[in-house]
Structures are given as structure tokens and as C-alpha cells.
């Protein structure tokens, strides 16, 4: 049996053997963060060594403890600490930043003991908070999150977002941990040591908050334990250190962030090896998760109920995301949701009548509600479905920039989409939306044109791995497709044709509506148009687009409402831009909107039926 003392020597000893690791990982790649590594070599050691429950041989084991690094420039110690643990060999650590290697420069899932990516600043936090919250309230199991950050980062808005939310919810399971360094890349951070200040605002968000010297073995591992023993609210080691610790002059120093120690390597690691008691030191006992967390199976959800609609009725599509979330919820108890007190406009509220407890309230805080949405969907614990006005998921767009490259499942409602919302005016017109989801790789974009292809839409992306947004409309359309009918991501649907039509018009939504007006105008002036439903904007249906635009003699008009860039008329003109002798004209909202009546701004910005009208009309005489 281990005494007290002989495991603090261990610990301490495993925290610079961390911290040469780190030091001979970034001089071989000649780049990276030794002394970022070196400032939280203790906490590391602590955690990974003594506090922490996980299997080493199945880093994902649902019953696993999480550990998020937020600061993920500071990846090179995390490697150190998994090798070290076992899990491979130490002398793969000097693979840092090769190409071939998926030891990358920053933290991402390429790893298996990875669960998200970090490095983009200030995220890290809400993703914790999602973890934390699905380990309540949903798995209702031991396992704990652990979440480190930066000094620096902590000022990110992100983070005070994540530490709301934390704090409301007493996420108990919950232990952040802020590495108080001192120095920022190229200045000190704003309240470099002053450790009351960090003490007072975590006690007034409702953690609880406990200074600690980042680089005192004892003293962390007491503060973990009492971590561990706090039932109300969430916990926050406000740990005091120096970036640099134990490096001979750079300790303490700036000018020395991001920079691989060079020349002055082998005088560190020699000094700090003179600091070990045991150099051959390896962790001794690693706790054992408890298995309690629940299998969860997020495969082949369905709606409980098919469509039930009758066509020509008119209903807005974000009721019909509403319906269509509480059938699949219905139909699978992992099916959650989460809002930005939005939920009466989007119609996520319809989860509160079949499960109030798998919908998650994100209050207005949209950063954190897609980090929390990826946190409960990691480890496939959940299907995460998120909502919000499309416009402000724009402020998220980092967020979902990283669920990218964390391989993240979650699914995005926006509603309240283009110029067609009316009087509430353009700040809360989503006008860029399709533009930004269409630029992330990987991202399934669906913009459902009816009830009936919504709640089709919506089971689509319950089961479509990778990030899904799905596009959905303030006003009402009519319903156009029968209950029986089935749609696949990457096909279209066309809704009208004949064997004389002479453009092909592309749109969706409330333009699909205009659209199907415009065509009626024109036929009774002898004029046939076909009539092209996109569903997915990515992956668009290529092949479709491109028979119908031959079959309509090469001329095509995209319709959206939403700006010319990067939207439905940018995505055809990918499709047929190989193609010879083709004519595409894109409608779309060409300037800044005002407020006004829906049907005078759809008018106003080129989007309406006469708009349509009249374009067909110069198209055809090209």
C-alpha cells in the first residue's frame, strides 16, 4: 500500500516527468507551448494519476470521467499524460505536429481518448456543461467532467456563458479548473494573479470557488476531493501557477509563449530531471470507472406518427419542426432539445409535452447552447436537436466551426429565416445562413418547403451523422406533398413540369410558394416553367439540376430568400458550372431589408411571384 507521502512524491514526480515530455515533444517540432504545458504539469498529474476514474484501455467508455482541455494549445501534456498512462507508447510522443501523425498540434478526435476538438478559445467550457448535464439528467451516472482552462481564455464571453449555465443547473458533476498563469501570448492577462477577483465572480455564478497553488500537490489533491464532495453546485479550482514553472530563466517571463525552448532544452530537462526523485517513475494506480452509465442506442429514430396533413393547408414549417420533434422523441427516449428562450417561437416546446425533462432551456446564450447541444451528443449519448432564430446562430458560427472538426452530431434548427419574418426587421432576418453552414464540411443543410417534407427533414437528421441545419420558415405555406410522400438527403423534387417548359426555377421555402404562383401566372400567358424543390441544399441533387436545366433549354432562375451569397443560387451554379451553353439568373435579397408587411418586402427585394414573373420573361429571351 502507497502512503500519502510516497503518492505526492509519485505525483510530483509524474508532473515533471510531464513536463519534459512536453519540453522534448515541441523542440523535436520545433513549435508548440512548453511553458503553457509546464504551468499546469501538477493539475495533470493530479487528475490523470489520483482524481480521475476511467479505463485506460477504452478511453470512451461511456461509465469514463470526461476531461476537457479548453486551453488546447497546451496538447502536448495531454498526450504525455495518456502515454504515460499506458495507453501507447511514450516514444510515439515525438510524432508531434508530423503530418502523418494524428498527434496534431491542437487536441482533436482523430485520437481516440479525444472527445472534442479545442484550440479555438473558450469553448471548451460549454461542452463540459453539456457532458455534465447528460451525466445528471440523462445517464444519471458516476462519472464526472473535468474541464481546464486558461487564464486567458477565461475572459472569452463563451466561457462566463458556460459558467451561467453551469451554475443554474448546480451541476454538481462539474469541476472546472482555471490554470491562473500569469501571461497571456503578449501581455499578461488582465487580472494576472489576482486570485480574489477570479474567487468573488465564480462565487457569484454559482460555483464553488477554491483558490489553490497550482504547483502544491497536497493542496490540489484536497481540493479535488472537496470538489468531489459538493453536492448543490458546480466547483472551480482557481489554481495559482507559472507559466514556465521550474524552467530556468523563463519561468515567470514573457515573450516565451508558443516558442519551443531551443537551444536551452537540454539545460531544462536537466535541470528538471535533478527534481525527480525517481526518473523511471510510472503512475502507479489508475481508478476504474464505476459502470453505471446506460447503454443508449441513437440509431434508426423514426417519427412515431407519420405526417398528417391535408394538401393546400397552410402551415409554417416551424410548427412543423415543433411536431416532428416530439414524434421522434416519442418514438426514442435519447432524442433531446435544447433553445435560447426561443422555444414558443421555434416550437421546440412541443418536447416539453411528451418529456419536459430531456429539453434543456440555454436562456439567451447562443454560443453555449451549440457547445452544450455537442457535449450531450458526444459519446453518441444523445440526439441533439438545437433551436434558435437562424440569424443569431450566426454568433455561434465558431462553435460549429470546431463541432466539424470534433466529428460532433448535432442538429441545428434555425427558424425565422429571410425577409419573409415582416415587421420585426433585419436584425432578425437570417439572410447569410445557408451560406455559412454550407461552407462546413460535412454539414447536411436541409430547407424543407412544406409540413409534411419538414417532418420528413427532421427525421432525416436525427440519423444523418455530422453537424445538420435545417432551414425553417415564420410564415405559412402551403402543404404540397401527399403524407406518403419520401425524401432523401441529396433529392430533389420537382413539383411541376410538362414537356414544354422553358426555365428551370430552383427555390424553397416561402419562394417555392411564389414560385408555384408565379407559374400559374404564366401559364395562362402560354409560358410553361418547371418547378425544382431543392430539400437539401447540400448535398444538392447535381444530377437533377442538371437534366432539368438541359430540359429547359440551359436556362434556370434560382429564387431564395436570402442574400446572393453562397446560398440556393450559388450551390446551382456549382452544379452546372461544367456545363456548356447554361443561363442561371439568381433572385435574391440584393440589399439590406427594412421592416414591412411580408408580402410587400418579398416584393421590395426581388423574391415575389412578379418578380418571378417577370424574370422568367427576360430569361426566355436570351
Not at 445528471?136 to 458516476?142: E, I, L, M, P, R
Request: aromatic letters at 8%.
Amino acid at each position: 500500500m502507497t502512503s500519502a507521502k510516497e503518492q505526492q512524491t509519485e505525483l510530483q514526480d509524474l508532473a515533471h516527468k510531464l513536463r519534459i515530455h512536453s519540453v522534448n515533444m515541441t523542440t523535436a517540432s520545433k513549435s508548440g507551448h512548453p511553458t503553457s504545458c509546464s504551468s499546469m504539469a501538477e493539475i495533470m498529474s493530479v487528475l490523470f494519476y489520483r482524481v480521475m476514474k476511467y479505463s485506460v484501455a477504452e478511453p470512451k467508455h461511456p461509465s469514463n470521467d470526461r476531461f476537457i482541455l479548453s486551453k488546447g494549445h497546451a496538447a502536448p501534456i495531454l498526450y504525455a499524460a495518456w502515454a504515460e498512462a499506458g495507453l501507447f507508447p511514450a516514444s510515439d510522443l515525438m510524432n508531434l505536429r508530423k503530418i502523418d501523425s494524428d498527434l496534431e498540434g491542437h487536441p482533436t478526435p482523430r485520437l481516440n481518448f479525444i472527445d472534442v476538438a479545442t484550440g479555438s478559445l473558450g469553448q471548451g467550457l460549454s461542452v463540459a456543461c453539456g457532458m455534465a448535464y447528460a451525466g445528471k439528467h440523462f445517464d444519471k451516472a458516476s462519472y464526472r467532467t473535468y474541464c481546464l482552462m486558461g487564464d486567458g481564455e477565461s475572459m472569452e464571453g463563451n466561457i462566463w456563458e458556460a459558467l451561467n449555465f453551469a451554475g443554474f443547473y448546480k451541476l454538481n458533476n462539474l469541476c472546472a479548473i482555471i490554470d491562473v498563469n500569469r501571461l497571456g501570448q503578449s501581455d499578461p492577462a488582465p487580472l494576472q494573479h489576482d486570485m480574489e477577483t477570479y474567487k468573488k465572480r465564480l462565487e457569484s455564478f454559482g460555483f464553488h470557488a477554491i483558490v489553490v497553488d497550482g504547483h502544491d500537490i497536497l493542496e490540489l489533491c484536497k481540493a479535488f476531493d472537496e470538489a468531489e464532495s459538493v453536492l448543490d453546485k458546480p466547483t472551480c479550482l482557481i489554481a495559482k501557477t507559472f507559466k514556465g514553472k521550474y524552467f530556468p530563466d523563463i519561468e515567470n517571463l514573457m515573450n516565451w509563449h508558443g516558442k519551443a525552448l531551443g537551444d536551452k532544452t537540454a539545460s531544462v530537462v536537466e535541470h528538471v530531471e535533478a527534481l525527480m526523485k525517481n526518473p523511471a517513475v510510472k503512475p502507479s494506480f489508475i481508478a476504474q470507472p464505476t459502470t453505471d452509465a446506460p447503454d443508449v442506442n441513437i440509431s434508426g429514430v423514426a417519427l412515431s406518427d407519420p405526417p398528417a396533413y391535408n394538401l393546400g393547408d397552410k402551415l409554417a414549417t416551424r410548427q412543423a419542426y415543433g411536431t416532428a420533434l416530439a414524434k421522434i422523441a416519442k418514438n426514442n427516449p435519447n432524442v433531446v432539445a435544447l433553445d435560447g428562450d426561443m422555444k414558443n417561437s421555434t416550437f421546440s416546446q412541443e418536447m416539453l409535452k411528451v418529456d419536459k425533462n430531456r429539453y434543456i432551456e440555454c436562456f439567451i446564450c447562443e454560443q453555449n447552447m451549440l457547445g452544450v447541444g455537442i457535449g450531450v451528443a458526444c459519446r453518441d449519448r444523445s440526439v441533439a436537436f438545437a433551436s434558435t432564430f437562424a440569424a443569431f446562430l450566426t454568433r455561434g458560427f465558431d462553435n460549429l466551426r470546431m463541432g466539424v472538426i470534433s466529428q460532433t452530431n448535432l442538429n441545428v434548427v434555425g427558424s425565422h429565416c429571410g425577409v419573409s419574418i415582416g415587421e420585426d426587421g433585419p436584425s432578425q432576418m437570417a439572410l447569410e445562413d445557408i451560406a455559412m453552414f454550407r461552407s462546413l464540411p460535412g454539414c447536411t443543410v436541409f430547407y424543407p418547403s412544406d409540413a409534411v417534407s419538414t417532418e420528413r427533414a427532421i427525421e432525416l437528421a436525427a440519423n444523418t451523422r455530422g453537424i445538420c441545419f435545417v432551414r425553417v420558415s415564420r410564415p405559412a405555406t402551403p402543404v404540397i406533398y401527399s403524407n406518403q410522400e419520401q425524401f432523401t438527403v441529396g433529392k430533389a423534387k420537382v413539383v411541376r413540369k410538362s414537356d414544354s417548359d422553358q426555365v428551370l426555377v430552383v427555390a424553397a421555402g416561402i419562394t417555392l410558394a411564389e414560385t408555384m404562383k408565379a407559374a400559374d401566372m404564366l401559364a395562362a400567358k402560354g409560358i410553361n416553367i418547371r418547378v425544382m424543390d431543392p430539400f437539401t441544399i447540400k448535398p444538392l441533387d447535381i444530377t437533377a439540376v442538371q437534366d432539368n436545366a438541359a430540359a429547359c433549354g440551359g436556362r434556370v432562375i434560382t429564387v431564395e430568400d436570402h442574400y446572393p451569397e453562397g446560398g440556393i443560387g450559388d450551390a446551382v451554379l456549382d452544379a452546372v458550372s461544367s456545363y456548356r451553353n447554361m443561363i442561371v439568373r439568381k433572385l435574391a435579397v440584393n440589399a439590406v431589408p427594412r421592416s414591412g408587411p411580408p408580402a410587400e418586402l418579398l416584393e421590395m427585394f426581388g423574391i415575389s411571384a412578379n418578380n418571378i414573373f417577370k424574370a422568367v420573361n427576360d430569361v426566355i429571351k436570351l
